[in-house]
């Protein structure tokens, strides 16, 4: 089945599992994926939250994240996360467990009104107590001239020995607006949060940068803090993203 063929059944297999889900926890995966991918690069990232907030449990928390990927073909990119880390309000930093990412390419760039990916991971937990989950959905992004926009549906569900038969749903977007400068480009952005089923909501600026080198290699990292607009929501969240790009 070739990628752009896909689009149908996969955008059926969502819709049908946002209409069953339920009430659980969602994932603190503050990242915007892009559905795109480019046959022959390898990609090392980090990237990682912490958040402030007057309330005692909700301030302190934190999650970091190292992974290393290569895309194998013009469709496919998998990405293993050789550490993730992970702090509870008052509580200390402790690794969590490993993850196994592919981030599937649907369409040609520019051949829709949007370009469409899909997500697909499994999560290994080893914290005890704590399952292990996969998560899935469709990746849009969509380019205007400079502006650049991005929206991704996530599902999550818990997998293993008394795993709950609900699905997790939380989304995000951004948009930003690219200019570049010789080897160089910054992006002002600004990047949303949606988690209904944490009745946590958050919205904030983020500053995304690329540098570029004539051997194909490139450094791409973002800032940003991203405020709470409700109770449920963490006052501030600050994030960031590091990722160096090489073929």
């Known amino acids: 089945m070739q990628p752009n063929r896909m689009i149908a059944p996969i955008a059926g297999l969502a819709i049908a599992i946002s209409l069953a889900a339920n009430v659980a926890r969602a994932d603190n995966d503050f990242i915007v994926y892009s559905p795109y991918v480019v046959q022959g690069q390898s990609e090392v990232e980090m990237y990682g ?87 899935f959905g469709p990746l849009l992004e969509k380019w205007s001239g400079h502006f650049d926009q991005r929206l991704n549906l996530i599902w999550e569900k818990e997998i293993g020995a008394g795993a709950s038969s609900s699905y997790v749903f939380r989304s995000a977007y951004s948009v930003s607006y690219k200019m570049d400068f010789n080897k ?31 051997a194909g290699k490139e450094f791409e990292y973002s800032l940003g803090v991203v405020h709470g607009i409700n109770q449920g929501a963490p006052d501030r969240t600050l994030l960031f993203r590091v990722e160096y790009e090489f073929f």
Do not use: C
């Open 49 to 135: 939250f912490s958040t402030q907030d007057g309330r005692s449990d909700l301030n302190g928390a934190s999650g970091y994240n190292i992974s290393v990927a290569h895309a194998f073909t013009s469709w496919w990119k998998p990405e293993i996360y050789i550490g993730e880390f992970n702090r509870d309000p008052g509580a200390s930093t402790h690794p969590s467990g490993y993850e196994f990412e592919n981030t599937f390419q649907l369409t040609t760039r520019g051949e829709y009104w949007a370009d469409v990916g899909f997500l697909a991971s499994y999560a290994h937990n080893k914290q005890p107590g704590v399952l292990s989950r996969a998560e």
């Open 184 to 214: 160089a480009s910054f992006s002002p952005g600004i990047e949303v949060y949606m988690r209904p089923n944490d009745n946590a909501y958050q919205i904030g600026p983020v500053l995304y940068g690329e540098i570029r080198t004539d």
